[in-house]
Nanobody, 117 residues
Framework: QVQLVESGGGLVQAGGSLRLSCAASGSIANNNVMGWYRQAPGKQRELVATITTGRSTNYADSVKGRFAISKDNGKNTVYLQMNSLKPEDTAVYYC???????????WGKGTLVTVSS
């Protein structure tokens, strides 16, 4: 079992910044992938960014150049620095932990990010 606890969401004006954190605990495996996904009202959940244990990253086109994902392997914590926020970034942001060899896939409960215009 892996538990994920997100923090850092809130209300921010357009152009502002926020940093999300996701702390993982439990049976953390090497070679995992952690990431952030988001779901806006009335829309499907979508990938924002992922990062591997080796710190290889992947971003959605919509956030490239504005968001940065990072990871502290020692703390099993992943961060999402969000800059130049836009109203369309408003969503519930979910943390995800995946360990493909073990078939493990866990989600956090989400944290709400609201960007006002």
């Amino acid at each position: 079992q892996v538990q994920l606890v997100e923090s850092g969401g809130g209300l921010v004006q357009a152009g502002g910044s926020l940093r999300l954190s996701c702390a993982a605990s439990g049976s953390i495996a090497n070679n995992n992938v952690m990431g952030w996904y988001r779901q806006a009202p009335g829309k499907q959940r979508e990938l924002v960014a992922t990062i591997t244990t080796g710190r290889s990253t992947n971003y959605a086109d919509s956030v490239k150049g504005r968001f940065a994902i990072s990871k502290d392997n020692g703390k099993n914590t992943v961060y999402l620095q969000m800059n130049s926020l836009k109203p369309e970034d408003t969503a519930v942001y979910y943390c995800r932990y995946t360990w493909i060899p073990g078939g493990m896939d866990y989600w956090g409960k989400g944290t709400l990010v609201t960007v006002s215009s």
